[in-house]
């Protein structure tokens, strides 16, 4: 996933051939939804990713996306990393807050005591939310070419600072006039679901999709499942 072209890059991979058309579109909506799947799982044992970007994901032979170098994981069953190092994080893929849980948050305790708690601490702060900034920004990537480059994402992450992290307004104001035509497809079910995990947390610590709500985006019930079903066709094809 090192490579520039990401996604382009992993059609042959995934699929047995270079995508054309509506398929090319469709490729966006079954890596996401992979990639958010993933995440899912890891989340539902208690732990944040907190380093996804394109660098750590691979494709397996079979076509499958996997989630890889857990370094800077969060595993709130035992305690491990409640207060991370920033130099782990990448800031371009990294959401405002920086921290998945408040900078009050108590010392963990040990091991047997953090297992018992963090379902709690869980349910107050969604510390999830952290990695599903991430994932938008990484389809962000997947649908806008230009963010593709370090100097367009990092430009793309000033401007987003500049508007609060409001995705909406950044549309409006921003002086790049990037395309997302392909966000705007399907009656924009994309850019929706977009908005929805690159914000603000709020107040409540409740701004963004969770990765089980993510899943349920019309973005991923209608359009995306349907990519799933004719992609997934061309990759038992190869």
């Not at 994402?153 to 950044?170: G, R």
């Not at 690159?198 to 991923?220: D, K, M, Q, T, V």
Request: aromatic share 6%; glycine share 6%; proline share 7%.
């Amino acid at each position: 996933m090192k490579d520039r072209i990401f996604p382009l890059n992993l059609e042959s991979l995934m699929f047995g051939r270079v995508l054309q058309g509506l398929e090319s579109i469709e490729r966006n909506a079954l890596i996401i939804k992979q990639i958010i799947s993933s995440l899912k799982k890891i989340q539902d044992t208690g732990i944040v990713h907190r380093d996804v970007k394109p660098t750590n994901l691979v494709v397996t032979k079979k076509g499958q996306i996997k989630l890889i170098d857990f370094g800077a994981a969060t595993d709130l069953r035992i305690g491990k990393n409640y207060v991370p190092n920033r130099g782990l994080l990448h800031p371009d893929y990294c959401p405002p807050e920086l921290y998945i849980l408040p900078e009050e948050t108590p010392s963990p305790p040990p091991e047997p005591v953090a297992a018992l708690l963090f379902p709690i601490l869980w349910q107050l702060n969604s510390p999830d939310l952290f990695d599903m900034y991430s994932a938008g920004i990484v389809l962000m990537q997947m649908a806008i070419p230009s963010l593709r480059s370090s100097v367009g994402l990092k430009n793309f992450n000033l401007e987003l600072k500049v508007v609060n992290y409001d995705l909406k307004l950044w549309r409006e104001k921003t002086r790049t006039r990037p395309d997302i035509s392909v966000l705007d497809l399907d009656s924009g079910r994309g850019w929706d679901l977009v908005t929805k995990l690159i914000s603000e947390r709020g107040s409540l610590r409740r701004g963004r999709l969770s990765a089980s709500h993510a899943l349920r985006h019309p973005y991923f019930l209608l359009g995306g499942d349907q990519a799933a079903s004719v992609l997934s066709k061309l990759s038992l094809s190869k």
